[in-house]
């Protein structure tokens, strides 16, 4: 059974928040198979599992070398999803309130 596009999202946040880069990769690569919006991939996955992660520093749970981790993190699932993203000439996108420069 294929899993549902909100799995894949909340499967995005907690690979975010347990710092698992290769699975974020992977889930980006599987969103773009399963025909997942990448900016909803971004916004509901990768940048809520950010904000997670500022959660616990804030609660003094997590220190800011994982904060910085997680951003690197991110920063690679956005990579893989690269060829899904449909960028202007001047290599900046701009969804809603979210701007990707690639």
Same mark, same amino acid.
Do not use: K, T
């Given at each position: 059974m294929e899993p549902t596009k909100e799995e894949i999202i909340f499967r995005a946040k907690n690979a975010v928040m347990n710092l698992d880069e290769s699975l974020v990769e992977r889930i980006?690569?599987?969103a773009m198979e399963a025909g997942i919006n990448p900016v909803e991939l971004i916004e509901n996955g990768f940048v809520e599992g950010m904000k997670a992660m500022g959660d616990l520093f804030e609660e003094e749970q997590s220190q800011l +070398?994982? #904060?910085?981790?997680a951003s690197h993190i #991110?920063?690679?699932g956005i990579d893989a999803l690269r060829p +899904?993203?449909?960028?202007s000439k001047n290599d900046v996108c701009l969804f809603g309130n979210l701007v990707v420069r690639m």
């Open positions: 980006a690569l599987e +070398a994982q #904060v910085l981790q #991110v920063d690679s +899904a993203i449909m960028c």
